[in-house]
C-alpha cells in the first residue's frame, strides 16, 4: 500500500454560456493510503454527462451545485489498488461518484462494487448504466410506448438517445430521430430509425417531421427541448406521451431561451408532458440490467462511444456534448 | 303542436382575433311540429364557453369546427313544447348541444332528460354541469390533488376556477388564486380561497405567486396558460401536477404566443403537465353529480353566474369572456 499520485479537474469558476477553459483547473493531488473501512481507487474510465452543466449554477435543484476548487464529481469506473475494508479487495471494479480524478480514497461505503457481466467496463457508464437506464426508464415507464407507436427521439445519436431508438425498435415502434450531421444520421440508419432527421439541415423541423410522420407521432423522448419540443408538440396525436429527459440546447443559455409557442394544443390533443430523472426509478434497475444484458448479448443492442484520453481532456470532452461533437456516449479514458 | 318562431346565432365569418360584430348573424328560423320520433323544444338557457373560441377555427381537433352560415353549437337547456317520442313530454327539462337557438325540433336521441335535482336549471350548464365535472375531473384525476397539497388555480373566478377552488378547500387544501379586478378578489377570499392574487395590479405574477407560496405548488390548474404558466413551473414543488385546461390567454391570439422560457425547469422538478377534456372522463359522472350535488345541499359549495339576456345577448356575453367581464358562470337567458 502506498499514496498514489492523482490529478483532478476543479471547477475553477461558474461558467457563463459555454464554458470554457477559465471554469476548470487541472491540479495535482494525492490519493493516500487507505485507512481502515476505505478503499484506494485508481479511474480507468470517466462518464462526462450534460446533467454536470446544471450543476454548475449555484442553484438549489435535485442535486446540489458543484463548489469552487473541489473536483467536479460524476461517475467513474475504475480497480481498487489497496483497500482497509474487508469487501474490498485489489483489483476489484468499482464504480463511483467521486468525480473527475485519476485516483482517489475514500470510505468503503461511497464506491459501488460491480460486475461488467463480460461488458468492457466503460459500459457500466452508458448503455448498461445511467445512461441506458434513463433511456429505459423514460421511453418505457414514463413514456409509456408500446407496440405500434411513432415515437420522436432527439438527440438520437447521443449516449441516451441511441438507446431510446433501438428499445423502441425493440419493442415494434417506428423511430423518428434527430442528430446534427451526417455520420450520425447514417449511424441513426444503421441502429434501425426508420426516418432520421439532420436537424442542421433540415430547416423548419415542425415541416420535416410531420412530413416524417404524417399520421402523428404518441410518444416524444425530448434531450433537446426547444424547437424540437415545438415540432413534437406539433405533430404529437391525440394522448401522446412525453418524456422530458433533458433540453441540452438550453443548458448554456445566458439569457431566457423561447418556449414553444403552441403549449394550448396540449389541451385538445390531451397530451402529458413529464420530466424525469433516472435515480428516482431504481425500482427498475434489476429489470433493466436483465433486459440489457440480455439484448447487448444477443445483439439486438449496440451503443457507440466517443472516447477521448487522459484526465486534461475531460473539460474539452464536456463541451463537445453542447456542440453535438460526440457521436454516442462520450467517455474520458485515463 | 305548432311551429314555433325562432331566432338563432349563426357564424358569419371565422373571426380573427377578438370576436368582433362580423362574426355572428342574428338570423330568424322555425322549430317546425316534430314527426314521430323528434321533440320540439323551446332554450331557457344557453351556455357561453371558452372553448367554443377554438371551433370557430377551421381546423381538425377534438371537435369539428363550426360552420360558417350554421348556428354555434353549445349547451343548452330548455323544455319539451312537443314530443312526437313517447320518451318526452311537454314540460320536461332537457339538455342539448343544438347551440344558441330560442328554440329547435331534433331526433329525441339527441336531447338529454335531466333532472334538476332542486338546482335552479341553469346549474347544469354550470356547478352541476360540463364546467363543475371540469373542475372536479382536473383537480382530483388529472392533477390528483390530496390533502396538504398548495394549489394554484388561474381564472380562479370563472365558471372552472370558482368550483376548482372550493373543491380543493373542501380536500384540504391550501388555494391560491389569480383574478382580475377587485370585484373577483374578494369573491375569492369569500369562497375561502387562501391568496388571491390580482394579476392585472400584481406585477410580476411570478414574484406575486412565490411570494404567495413560499413553498411552492404541488398543483396547477391551468385557465390562462401564458405567464400563469410560466409562473407555475417557477414556483412548482418537486414532483407537482399541471392540469391543464384551458389557455384562454391565446384563444384570440392573431400570431403565436410566447410558450414558457422555463420548461427546461420540468426536469429537476419532475413535473407532469397534462391537457385534458372533460368529455373524455364521463366514467366518474355519476361520482361528480353525487359529491356536487351533495356539497351544494350543504351549502360547502357556491356557485356565481353572469347572466345576460336574450339571444341576441349571446355574442356580446361571448367576448365577455376573453375581457374576464364575466363572473363565474356565463350565461344567456332566454
Same mark, same amino acid.
Given at each position: 500500500?502506498?499514496?498514489?499520485?492523482?490529478? /483532478?479537474?476543479?471547477?475553477?469558476?461558474?461558467?457563463?454560456?459555454?464554458?470554457?477553459?477559465?471554469?476548470?483547473?487541472?491540479?495535482?493531488? /494525492?490519493?493516500?493510503?487507505?485507512?481502515?473501512?476505505?478503499?484506494?481507487?485508481?479511474?480507468?474510465?470517466?462518464?462526462?454527462? !450534460?446533467?454536470?452543466?446544471?450543476?454548475?449554477?449555484?442553484?438549489?435543484?435535485?442535486?446540489?451545485?458543484?463548489?469552487?476548487?473541489?473536483?467536479?464529481?460524476?461517475?467513474?469506473?475504475?480497480?481498487?489498488?489497496?483497500?482497509?475494508?474487508?469487501?474490498?479487495?485489489?483489483?476489484?471494479?468499482?464504480?463511483?461518484?467521486?468525480?473527475?480524478?485519476?485516483?482517489?480514497?475514500? !470510505?468503503?461505503?461511497?464506491?459501488? #462494487?460491480?460486475?461488467?457481466?463480460?461488458?468492457?467496463?466503460?459500459?457500466?457508464?452508458?448503455?448498461?448504466?445511467?445512461?441506458?437506464?434513463?433511456?429505459?426508464?423514460?421511453?418505457? #415507464?414514463?413514456?409509456?410506448?408500446?407496440?405500434?407507436?411513432?415515437?420522436?427521439?432527439?438527440?438520437?445519436?447521443?449516449?441516451?438517445?441511441?438507446?431510446?431508438?433501438?428499445?423502441?425498435?425493440?419493442?415494434?415502434?417506428?423511430?423518428?430521430?434527430?442528430?446534427?450531421?451526417?455520420?450520425?444520421?447514417?449511424?441513426?440508419?444503421?441502429?434501425?430509425?426508420?426516418?432520421?432527421?439532420?436537424?442542421?439541415?433540415?430547416?423548419?423541423?415542425?415541416?420535416?417531421?410531420?412530413?416524417?410522420?404524417?399520421?402523428?407521432?404518441?410518444?416524444?423522448?425530448?434531450?433537446?427541448?426547444?424547437? *424540437?419540443?415545438?415540432?413534437?408538440?406539433?405533430?404529437?396525436?391525440?394522448?401522446?406521451?412525453?418524456?422530458?429527459?433533458?433540453?441540452?440546447?438550453?443548458?448554456?443559455?445566458?439569457?431566457?431561451?423561447?418556449?414553444?409557442?403552441?403549449?394550448?394544443?396540449?389541451?385538445?390533443?390531451?397530451?402529458?408532458?413529464?420530466?424525469?430523472?433516472?435515480?428516482? *426509478?431504481?425500482?427498475?434497475?434489476?429489470?433493466?440490467?436483465?433486459?440489457?444484458?440480455?439484448?447487448?448479448?444477443?445483439? #439486438?443492442?449496440?451503443?457507440?462511444?466517443?472516447?477521448?484520453?487522459?484526465?486534461?481532456?475531460?473539460?474539452?470532452?464536456?463541451?463537445?456534448?453542447?456542440?453535438?461533437?460526440?457521436?454516442?456516449?462520450?467517455?474520458?479514458?485515463?
Amino acid at each position: 500500500m502506498a499514496a498514489l499520485a492523482s490529478r /483532478e479537474i476543479r471547477l475553477k469558476s461558474r461558467p457563463v454560456g459555454e464554458p470554457g477553459p477559465d471554469a476548470f483547473e487541472l491540479a495535482t493531488a /494525492e490519493a493516500r493510503e487507505p485507512g481502515p473501512g476505505e478503499v484506494q481507487v485508481r479511474n480507468r474510465w470517466m462518464s462526462v454527462d !450534460p446533467y454536470m452543466r446544471g450543476r454548475m449554477y449555484d442553484v438549489p435543484s435535485y442535486v446540489p451545485p458543484f463548489q469552487i476548487g473541489e473536483p467536479l464529481q460524476g461517475g467513474a469506473v475504475g480497480e481498487v489498488t489497496a483497500s482497509g475494508d474487508e469487501g474490498f479487495k485489489p483489483g476489484d471494479l468499482v464504480m463511483s461518484m467521486w468525480g473527475w480524478r485519476e485516483a482517489f480514497t475514500a !470510505p468503503a461505503g461511497t464506491v459501488q #462494487k460491480v460486475d461488467a457481466h463480460g461488458l468492457p467496463p466503460q459500459a457500466l457508464l452508458g448503455v448498461a448504466g445511467m445512461p441506458g437506464m434513463t433511456a429505459y426508464v423514460g421511453l418505457l #415507464k414514463i413514456a409509456g410506448a408500446k407496440e405500434g407507436d411513432t415515437v420522436f427521439v432527439s438527440a438520437a445519436a447521443g449516449a441516451v438517445g441511441q438507446v431510446v431508438c433501438q428499445i423502441a425498435k425493440l419493442k415494434g415502434c417506428t423511430v423518428i430521430g434527430t442528430a446534427g450531421g451526417a455520420e450520425k444520421v447514417a449511424y441513426l440508419r444503421e441502429i434501425g430509425v426508420d426516418h432520421a432527421i439532420d436537424y442542421r439541415t433540415a430547416g423548419d423541423l415542425t415541416a420535416a417531421l410531420q412530413q416524417a410522420a404524417p399520421k402523428g407521432i404518441d410518444v416524444y423522448f425530448d434531450n433537446v427541448g426547444g424547437d *424540437h419540443l415545438q415540432a413534437a408538440i406539433a405533430a404529437a396525436r391525440p394522448f401522446a406521451r412525453f418524456a422530458i429527459c433533458g433540453m441540452i440546447s438550453q443548458y448554456n443559455a445566458t439569457a431566457p431561451t423561447p418556449g414553444p409557442t403552441n403549449m394550448a394544443m396540449s389541451i385538445g390533443k390531451r397530451l402529458r408532458i413529464e420530466g424525469f430523472i433516472v435515480s428516482d *426509478h431504481n425500482d427498475v434497475q434489476a429489470q433493466f440490467l436483465a433486459d440489457v444484458a440480455g439484448w447487448l448479448r444477443e445483439g #439486438k443492442l449496440v451503443a457507440r462511444e466517443t472516447v477521448d484520453e487522459g484526465i486534461e481532456a475531460a473539460p474539452g470532452a464536456f463541451v463537445k456534448l453542447f456542440r453535438g461533437e460526440n457521436l454516442g456516449k462520450m467517455l474520458v479514458k485515463l
